[in-house]
């Protein structure tokens, strides 16, 4: 064979790869985007998908990544449901020379463990979320709830920090109870009902910063099956930008999203093709974007944008 076909043979044989993905789940309609979009992608560039839904159980996820080992896949990519205990199964992948890209979550693994990781600015997203919150509110006494992530998962302790440094400065807001949702919608509207309980029936809370909006749509039912106006009685502040929190600021029912996009499988899969071609090492984060949006920002509009993307 002359070099010129070896390189077209390796060149084509980087493109049609296999990659196994290690998806947490699908307990929230952002985490359903990503997933379709995953595929979507895998789909259009030839790249066939092994799929595993861990149900977000991690022993189901480090399970997935050994088969994959075992399967002889190109690649991996990896939604890690929490940030540590991933150390040993991913020194068995970097054994087995199989690149491990992580998607919009971090691991406290060392970098050298991983290929890159895919995600936005955690810590970021919770200060825009804190500072809109400040704003909002323009000195006023507010005591707020938090609806936390998946406890040690990297968004839930990230998006905490960062709503506290965004509302930093601002002595006039305090957090006055914080537990996990999961982020799921059921659990988002069980833990808000416990947080009415426990403040004069909401008479004492001023807003709510949910993790993502799948549990803020969750705590608005509760607030609304306790006769509370979401929106106006209690602001609702969270993360995602899902088609469904559209919907509620549209009625008036929830306040401001800071956008996640959820494809993550773009950059994913453009930095596996480069490294897999020529060892191009990519940065060991690639950043995407947060945007917030408020109901000044044509949330029917954003509803009509996004309803058919697979949330
Ligand atoms: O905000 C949430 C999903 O890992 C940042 O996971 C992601 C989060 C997202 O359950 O909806």
Redesign the pocket.
């Known amino acids: 064979l002359t070099s010129a076909a070896f390189i077209a043979f390796g060149a084509s044989a980087a493109m049609a790869q296999t990659v196994g993905f290690s998806q947490?789940g699908s307990?929230?309609?952002?985490?359903a985007a990503e997933t379709t979009l995953t595929k979507q992608q895998a789909e259009e560039r030839g790249i066939d998908l092994k799929f595993s839904d861990a149900q977000q159980k991690q022993e189901n996820q480090i399970a997935a990544i050994r088969s994959f080992i075992a399967q002889g896949v190109d690649a991996i990519l990896l939604?890690p449901v929490v940030a540590t205990g991933w150390d040993s199964v991913l020194e068995e992948a970097k054994e087995a020379e199989i690149p491990v890209v992580l998607l919009?979550?971090q691991v406290d693994s060392d970098k050298s463990l991983y290929l890159t990781a895919v995600?936005?600015d955690?810590v970021h997203e919770g200060e825009v979320a804190g500072q809109w919150l400040v704003d909002a509110v323009d000195g006023a006494e507010c005591r707020v709830v938090e609806l936390q992530?998946?406890t040690g998962?990297?968004?839930a302790i990230d998006?905490k920090t960062g709503f506290e440094k965004g509302i930093a400065g601002a002595d006039n807001i305090e957090i006055v109870r914080s537990q996990t949702g999961d982020?799921?919608r059921a659990q988002g509207k069980e833990v808000m009902e416990s947080f009415l309980q426990a403040e004069g029936g909401g008479a004492d809370i001023c807003a709510l910063y949910a993790?993502?909006?799948?549990m803020a749509v969750g705590a608005i039912q509760a607030i609304k099956e306790a006769g509370l106006k979401p929106g106006e009685d209690i602001l609702i502040v969270s993360?995602?930008a899902?088609p469904d929190i559209f919907q509620a600021m549209a009625a008036g029912e929830a306040n401001a999203t800071v956008e996640?996009t959820p494809n993550m499988a773009g950059p994913a899969f453009d930095a596996l093709k480069a490294y897999m071609a020529d060892g191009t090492e990519p940065a060991k984060f690639i950043q995407t974007e947060s945007k917030l949006y408020t109901q000044d920002d044509d949330p029917a509009g954003e509803y009509e944008r996004r309803k058919d993307l697979g949330y």
């Open positions: 947490i307990e929230s309609g952002w985490r939604a919009d979550r995600g936005s955690l992530g998946t998962s990297s968004p998006r982020f799921t993790h993502n909006d799948d993360i995602d899902v996640l």
